[in-house]
Structure formats: C-alpha cells, structure tokens
C-alpha cells in the first residue's frame, strides 16, 4: 500500500515525531507496529470507518467518524495487537459467512456495537488484556529487566536491543 493519504499537511512532523517520508518508510518496514495513526491513515485510504475497541479501558476510539463513511469495520485490541471482529452470521455458520464490513447507520451495525460493547466487557473482567505501561520484561540480550513498554523503548534507543520477553 502505498502512504499516499499519508500527506505532510494532516502528518505532519509535529504529529508524526519524524518527517514525513522518513515515517511512511518506518511504519512500512514489518518490524514496527502501527496504532492510532495509522488507523486514521487507514480509515482515510480505505474510505471506510474503522471502530477500536479496547479491552483495558473499555473504551471505543472510532476513526473516520467524522468523514461520513457509511460503512464500518470494527477492531477488538488487547494492549498489543489489533483484530477483527466479525458477526457470526448464524450459529454454526462457516467462517467464510461471517460479516465484517457492515453500513455505519443500520439495525445490524447497532447490534454489532452493542455485541462488541459486550465482549469487549467480558474481555476486560477475564483481563484478557497486557497492560504494557506496567507489564514487566527483560532483555534478551543483556537480561535487564525492565518495567512498561516506555522503559523498553528507551532501553532499546540507548543499547540497539531489541529481542524483549515478558516475565
């Protein structure tokens, strides 16, 4: 995909906290995750609104609300990774009938909103869920340890280590 959406008027440096060309290669590069942005980024390539749905916070960040997109997709997060969520589209039904795009203002879109609300509840009183400011990890290669993802981040800039474990 191509970051053309991506402009240096909306990501710009400030935004980004690297140039803009120097970000599109970044995030393009698979060792490095995206988040927010890059959900907005998506939103806006996609034309479609992109609903993120936290299990820690229970919160729901929707991306391209404000563009008037009429259909939605909608993410499930666990601190790390991001995934899909789909509607069963009967008991039993084969994966390949599951929905996963649907129109923003429908019946079937507030009941989805309404099941996510739910499993994403459920999700968060199981604390399927990593809190990675307070998670704790230790380097791989020197075997410090180290609390929350800022601290890995920082050790990570200072040494070049890179190969981190959760204990």
Known sequence: MTMRCCTAVTYNDGFLEKDNEEYCKWIQDPKHWGGGIELSILSKY????IDAYAIQTKRC???GEQDGYSERVMLIYDGLHYDAMAVSAFDGAPDDLDITIMQVHSPE???AEDGAAKLV???HEARQF???ANFTLRCGVCQIGLKGEKEAVMHAKETGHQNFSEY
């Not at 996609?46 to 609104?49: D, E, F, L, S, V």
């Open 46 to 49: 996609y034309g479609r609104q």
């Open 61 to 63: 960040d929707r991306y």
């Open 109 to 111: 879109s507030a009941a």
């Open 121 to 123: 509840a459920a999700c």
């Open 130 to 132: 990593t809190d990675v």
